[in-house]
């Protein structure tokens, strides 16, 4: 039905960037909200960045002025850009999609099957 599907992550170095796509696809009408979490290995998923359809953008306190989010309407598409990563950044990073698949059918959460952040010090 609907699919999102991420790509990007990987092992860097602290102070470094990484860059991470996710794109939606399938029965898709409308989406709302798109946005990443985290979950590191011991601890609570958290939110660490989200845009609505119209751009305003939300981001967790830890990430702020370093993290970017982005998306394309077009494409059906969210990006997290990161720079300036930390050790602390090290956790599974998932995306999130708000989509409703028809006209009169309520949007849900749809969630990518998460891609791996490691930063060594």
């Known amino acids: 039905q609907v699919q999102l599907v991420e790509s990007g992550g990987g092992l860097v170095q602290a102070g470094g960037s990484l860059r991470l796509s996710c794109a939606a696809s399938?029965?898709?009408?409308?989406?709302?909200?798109m946005g990443w979490y985290r979950q590191a290995p011991g601890k609570q998923r958290e939110l660490v960045a989200s845009v609505t359809n119209g751009g305003p953008t939300n981001y967790a306190d830890s990430v702020k002025d370093r993290f970017t989010v982005s998306r394309d309407n077009a494409k059906n598409t969210v990006t997290l850009q990161m720079n300036s990563l930390k050790p602390e950044d090290t956790a599974v990073y998932c995306c999130?999609?708000?989509?409703?698949?028809?006209?009169?059918?309520?949007?849900?959460?749809?969630w990518g099957q998460g891609t791996q952040v490691t930063v060594s010090s």
């Open positions: 399938g029965r898709i009408f409308s989406i709302n909200n």
């Open positions: 999130t999609a708000d989509i409703a698949t028809g006209r009169y059918t309520s949007a849900r959460l749809y």
